[in-house]
């Protein structure tokens, strides 16, 4: 039912069924989706939109799937994946970027244009939507220093244009996150610089990126947030829980602060292994851990039929 009528509405639309979502996640790990569909414009996302909302379809959008945990018995009704909607341009100081843009690639086209302010993000793997959806940030920086307005549709398919106060933007979190706006576009506010000088800052950053990361495991990165007064990866370092795995999910020898799939995790082994840590972090420093990573879903074993099966 659903898919003949998201092709009545629109026949070009891309759809796919029972899409495995682990093609999707940075670790590599998740269920299927019931319908997966990727829209080519922002238009085709809000007749998505409108769709699920006017016909009670759920409806879970989906970034570029690095700062995420998708559980093994996948998802019901519809993902929304917005990887196509990928433009990015240049506006005298300004750079406007789709939200399937991959922030790197923004950050890059900013070093092009000589325009400073992203360097910070020059080694986040998520997308722009995502960034805003949390406020994302490395190395002192996050998206809210940069950001000057956001595109978005309710969850009704309305379509709203947010200013930076409107943003209400805090560590991790945003308006965007907390009215379950979709993201169709950022636009970032940024100063002219020298390239060299630009240039010469994200290889800093890309440096101690490398030499701290794990990047050579699939991983969710950064799993917890930072509690006040601590640092997540101390607290977990000193609980002696480096290298400590469930199944194929292993806390990372590099930084104790990711938790990397060494080969063949499962989503669930992820889940088992943050509990884990969070109680041994907590008996042991009387700290309680909060993840960072956004966990989604239905496990395995509770996993229902297809929406409209």
């Known amino acids: 039912m659903i898919l003949n009528d998201l092709k009545r509405i ?35 996302a809000a007749q998505v ?22 559980k093994d018995g996948g998802i019901r009704g519809v993902v929304l994946h917005l990887d196509l909607l990928d433009h990015i341009k240049r506006e005298n100081t300004t750079i406007i970027a789709g939200s399937g843009a991959k922030l790197i690639q923004v950050s890059k086209a900013a070093l092009d244009f000589q325009l400073s302010g992203l360097e910070f993000a020059c080694g986040i793997p998520g997308s722009v939507g995502g960034a805003l959806y949390m406020n994302a940030g490395a190395y002192g920086g996050e998206i809210s220093d940069v950001l000057e307005e956001a595109t978005v549709l309710t969850m009704s398919g309305e379509l709203l244009q947010l200013n930076r106060k409107q943003l209400k933007a805090q560590y991790r979190h945003s308006t965007i996150a907390e009215k379950n706006y979709i993201v169709l576009e950022g636009k ?4 002219l610089k020298e390239h060299v000088i630009i240039e010469a ?3 800093e950053l890309t440096e101690a990126r490398e030499s701290k990361q794990p990047l050579e495991y699939p991983s969710c990165g950064s799993v917890f947030k930072r509690p006040p007064g601590f640092f997540a990866g101390k607290l977990i370092q000193d609980s002696k829980l480096q290298g400590e795995s469930i199944g194929g999910a292993q806390v990372s020898m590099k930084h104790a602060g990711f938790i990397v799939n060494t080969g063949d995790a499962t989503a669930t082994d ?7 840590v969070q109680q041994i972090v907590f008996d042991k420093f009387g700290v309680l851990l909060e993840t960072e990573v956004k966990i989604i879903g ?5 996993r229902t039929k297809n929406f409209d099966k």
Do not use: W
Request: charged residues 20%; negative net charge.
């Open 201 to 203: 800052k994200m290889a």
């Open 10 to 44: 629109n026949a070009k639309l891309l759809i796919q069924e029972n899409e495995p979502l682990a093609h999707y996640t940075y670790t590599k790990t998740g269920g299927n989706a019931d319908y997966f569909i990727r829209p080519k414009t922002s238009e085709e």
């Open 188 to 191: 970032f506010a940024l100063t």
């Open 298 to 302: 239905e496990d395995a074993k509770e």
């Open 49 to 70: 939109v409108k769709y699920c909302h006017d016909n009670h379809v759920p409806l879970t959008v989906l970034g570029n799937g690095s700062n995420l945990i998708i």
């Open 270 to 276: 992820y889940l088992r292994l943050i509990q884990h």
